[in-house]
């Protein structure tokens, strides 16, 4: 009988351990599907508020706005989406494709902007790095803008 108690409580404490360590599939590290986890920013971090066709200039990189259609567009500068980021430090790497004037517009996306120059007779770029945080909204839920950070300068540990 007491074998059969051990067993029975081993059982149940097994259930409880692998239900405690499997459980919050919807949350990661804290995080909600709402509100994620994000990675922490990277030293030099820029915030701003882009409010619909406002136009935002970027030191290096002239300017970038949001339009009407929800559209990120830029000027002189091109502009690639990486897709879905925990944040602006895991925005690794430099897309070989994909570029364009204008993207979508997605909270929760990370872009990258590069600008071309010339030196030494030689085609170069500068580059800089996107999150676009969320929407902001109107008092009646329209979209309005979009909070973006990003990061000037950039240079990918490897490309």
Request: net charge negative; proline share 3%.
């Amino acid at each position: 009988m007491r074998i059969k108690n051990y067993w029975m409580t081993l059982a149940i404490a097994l259930v409880g351990v692998c239900t405690i360590s499997c459980g919050g599939d919807d949350e990661d590290e804290g995080g909600t599907r709402d509100n994620p986890v994000t990675m922490a920013d990277p030293e030099g971090t820029i915030v701003v508020n882009l409010a619909n066709d406002k136009k935002v200039y970027l030191r290096d990189f002239e300017y970038i706005y949001m339009n009407s259609a929800n559209n990120l567009v830029t000027n002189i500068t091109e502009i690639v989406s990486v897709g879905n980021v925990k944040g602006l430090s895991s925005i690794t790497r430099i897309p070989e494709t994909g570029w364009s004037n204008t993207t979508a517009a997605i909270p929760g996306y990370g872009y990258v902007l590069r600008r071309r120059y010339w030196e030494d007779n030689q085609t170069k770029y500068l580059y800089a790095r996107i999150y676009a945080v969320d929407y902001m909204t109107s008092t009646s839920g329209g979209i309005m803008g979009i909070t973006i950070k990003y990061q000037e300068n950039w240079e990918p540990d490897a490309k």
